[in-house]
């Protein structure tokens, strides 16, 4: 049972929403009118936070985290060389500046002064070097191996670090607020992974990977402007009814993942919707390595199979858009908008498993809500289109404990999510490039790998758009990932928190940072 904790003093009047559905659809957040607001932000209370993301395998180990609650818990810990702004520009954080050489292939970043972690270290340029080495070399098997491994030496010069790259990377400053790369205290060169040591607005003071993290603010945090609560507490509730109710009944503050099909509920409560069109896709990813997904025709097959209006109309209750089987969002710089949009077509879908030598189709599809809310229920609504093209899709209700680790790249057919990443590049090393561990369908393209290396060295903006716009259509057209929606995140909040005008929309939670950036009114 969730225990009540004390929050801040006033708090404003109730804000019964009026038409929340069709404004959170159309990817707004309520008029500063229609919501908890402040002039300025007030320092106070205890956050309490319901994720639906969070198992008992999570640790504080940045090299595995693999789920939006160790995020949202990592950036309230730490810090991170540069962060991403609500609007999408990147600014500083740990690092006060940065410079390229001429062709991008060398940057120096200036380490801010006056900056301690919470042990009363102070961060040094030792600290940044090691905290950025620590995810690279032959022997790491962190998640963020494939966007360090490009940096060929990292040396200190006073309160500078400099990286040398094998070749030129524009994005490069963006890469260091990924969320892997928090800076933590290093000795002999060195970071203890495990530590809970950080530079961020919070003190982690408790820590039960799948049931709670509690912390408190640091008195010390240099953002003064930032981190305004008292403390926190985070808890994983995978269950959507669940997280629902603990808002309804006021045992917690925010919630994220709503059930899109339930937001009257929220609206009859007084309940905040916060809804923000960004990256964030929802898939169902086939292992090329295993049969009979090793045949691009029955990859195609599938694909064709599935009615993408329908599932963003049932499942996100339209709250997203059709997704188009290459994870690179509407939003993001290089999107291809002339890229043809796939439909459902069972026909085209019975040509393709012809040209597999194939009558019918079998296969077993593994979901559970842990991957995204209403997993279960849109892999149900993907084998009943599919059953119009020969396709039999019987649906495996896994646990939602333990799915990223005994389901999620272990089972051959599997939904899954991805927030998405701010550049092309990013997303495209990290979930397609040969070889990256987080390449959940283990797919390789040697044309697309070409193009991955070209277009993050490439400094002319045309030549990079026809790259990276070819690399979607090669994911499009070959991947082994059903992209079939893109999703809002969608948030809800009690009328005691207020929230900037502006949301981040690079991932869920104001880009993970809705602890330091929110407050209670």
Same mark, same amino acid.
């Given at each position: 049972?969730?225990?009540?904790l004390?929050?801040?003093?006033?708090?404003?009047?109730?804000?019964?929403?009026?038409?929340?559905?069709?404004?959170?659809?159309?990817?707004?957040?309520?008029?500063?009118?229609?919501?908890?607001?402040?002039?300025?932000?007030?320092?106070?209370?205890?956050?309490?936070?319901a994720?639906?993301?969070?198992?008992?395998?999570?640790?504080?180990?940045?090299?595995?985290?693999?789920?939006?609650?160790?995020?949202?818990?990592?950036s309230?810990?730490?810090?991170?060389?540069?962060?991403?702004?609500?609007?999408?520009?990147?600014?500083?954080?740990?690092?006060?500046?940065?410079?390229?050489?001429?062709?991008?292939?060398?940057?120096?970043?200036?380490?801010?002064?006056?900056?301690?972690?919470?042990?009363?270290?102070?961060?040094?340029?030792?600290?940044?070097?090691?905290?950025?080495?620590?995810?690279?070399?032959?022997?790491?098997?962190?998640?963020?191996?494939?966007?360090?491994?490009?940096?060929?030496?990292?040396?200190?010069?006073?309160?500078?670090?400099?990286?040398?790259?094998?070749?030129?990377?524009?994005?490069?400053?963006?890469?260091?607020?990924?969320?892997?790369?928090?800076?933590m %205290?290093?000795?002999?060169?060195?970071?203890?992974?495990?530590?809970?040591?950080?530079?961020?607005?919070?003190?982690?003071?408790?820590?039960?990977?799948?049931?709670?993290?509690?912390?408190?603010?640091?008195?010390?945090?240099?953002?003064?402007?930032?981190?305004?609560?008292?403390?926190?507490?985070?808890?994983?509730?995978?269950?959507?009814?669940?997280?629902?109710?603990?808002?309804?009944?006021?045992?917690?503050?925010?919630?994220?993942?709503?059930?899109?099909s339930?937001?009257?509920?929220?609206?009859?409560?007084?309940?905040?919707?916060?809804s923000? %069109?960004?990256?964030?896709?929802?898939?169902?990813?086939?292992?090329?390595?295993?049969?009979?997904?090793?045949?691009?025709?029955?990859?195609?097959?599938?694909?064709?199979?599935?009615?993408?209006?329908?599932?963003?109309?049932?499942?996100?209750?339209?709250?997203?858009?059709?997704?188009?089987?290459?994870?690179?969002?509407?939003?993001?710089?290089?999107?291809a908008?002339?890229?043809?949009?796939?439909?459902?077509?069972?026909?085209?879908?019975?040509?393709?498993?012809?040209?597999?030598?194939?009558?019918?189709?079998?296969?077993?599809?593994?979901?559970?809500?842990?991957?995204?809310?209403?997993?279960?229920?849109?892999?149900?609504?993907?084998?009943?289109?599919?059953?119009?093209?020969?396709?039999?899709?019987?649906?495996?209700?896994?646990?939602?404990?333990?799915?990223?680790?005994?389901?999620?790249?272990?089972?051959?057919?599997?939904?899954?999510?991805?927030?998405?990443?701010?550049?092309?590049?990013?997303?495209?090393?990290?979930?397609?490039?040969?070889g990256?561990?987080?390449?959940?369908?283990?797919?390789?393209?040697?044309?697309?790998?070409?193009?991955?290396?070209?277009?993050?060295?490439?400094?002319?903006?045309?030549?990079?758009?026809?790259?990276?716009?070819?690399?979607?259509?090669?994911?499009?057209?070959?991947?082994?990932?059903?992209?079939?929606?893109?999703?809002?995140?969608?948030?809800?909040?009690?009328d005691?928190?207020?929230? %900037?005008?502006?949301?981040?929309?690079?991932?869920t939670?104001?880009?993970?940072?809705?602890?330091?950036?929110?407050?209670f009114?």
């Amino acid at each position: 049972m969730l225990h009540r904790l004390n929050r801040a003093g006033g708090v404003t009047r109730r804000t019964l929403l009026q038409g929340a559905s069709a404004v959170a659809a159309s990817g707004l957040i309520l008029p500063a009118g229609m919501r908890a607001a402040a002039a300025e932000p007030r320092r106070g209370g205890i956050l309490r936070v319901a994720m639906g993301h969070g198992n008992t395998g999570d640790s504080l180990d940045p090299a595995t985290w693999d789920n939006a609650y160790v995020q949202v818990l990592s950036s309230a810990i730490h810090n991170y060389l540069t962060e991403i702004d609500t609007d999408g520009s990147l600014i500083p954080e740990i690092a006060e500046s940065w410079e390229p050489s001429s062709d991008a292939t060398e940057w120096t970043f200036v380490i801010r002064d006056g900056v301690t972690f919470h042990s009363g270290k102070t961060v040094t340029a030792e600290d940044v070097a090691a905290s950025i080495d620590y995810h690279r070399g032959e022997d790491s098997t962190s998640a963020a191996k494939p966007i360090v491994e490009a940096i060929t030496d990292i040396r200190v010069d006073g309160n500078t670090v400099i990286f040398t790259l094998e070749a030129g990377n524009a994005d490069f400053p963006f890469i260091m607020s990924d969320y892997h790369l928090p800076i933590m %205290p290093s000795s002999d060169g060195r970071i203890d992974p495990t530590s809970a040591d950080g530079c961020g607005g919070y003190v982690l003071d408790h820590f039960e990977p799948g049931v709670e993290a509690r912390l408190t603010r640091n008195p010390d945090y240099w953002k003064t402007h930032r981190a305004h609560f008292d403390g926190l507490v985070l808890m994983p509730i995978i269950d959507a009814a669940a997280r629902q109710n603990a808002l309804i009944t006021g045992e917690v503050d925010v919630i994220d993942r709503v059930d899109t099909s339930t937001v009257h509920l929220l609206e009859r409560a007084g309940i905040r919707i916060i809804s923000v %069109p960004g990256t964030q896709h929802y898939t169902f990813v086939m292992d090329s390595r295993a049969d009979p997904f090793t045949d691009n025709n029955v990859r195609l097959a599938l694909k064709y199979a599935v009615d993408r209006q329908d599932m963003v109309d049932k499942i996100l209750s339209g709250f997203g858009v059709p997704g188009n089987d290459h994870p690179i969002g509407r939003s993001n710089r290089f999107h291809a908008d002339e890229l043809e949009q796939r439909e459902f077509d069972p026909e085209r879908a019975r040509h393709h498993l012809r040209e597999a030598g194939l009558d019918e189709l079998r296969v077993s599809l593994s979901a559970s809500d842990a991957a995204f809310g209403g997993a279960v229920d849109a892999a149900v609504l993907f084998a009943e289109t599919a059953a119009q093209a020969g396709i039999t899709i019987d649906v495996v209700r896994e646990p939602s404990d333990g799915y990223w680790s005994n389901v999620w790249m272990v089972k051959p057919f599997v939904a899954s999510y991805w927030g998405g990443r701010p550049t092309e590049d990013w997303m495209f090393s990290t979930g397609y490039a040969a070889g990256a561990p987080w390449n959940d369908g283990f797919w390789e393209h040697e044309r697309f790998n070409e193009l991955l290396v070209a277009a993050r060295s490439e400094l002319d903006e045309e030549r990079r758009r026809e790259m990276y716009e070819e690399m979607q259509r090669i994911v499009r057209d070959e991947g082994s990932t059903v992209i079939p929606m893109f999703a809002n995140y969608v948030m809800a909040v009690s009328d005691a928190v207020a929230t %900037p005008d502006e949301i981040g929309a690079n991932w869920t939670m104001d880009g993970f940072r809705a602890p330091e950036r929110w407050w209670f009114a």
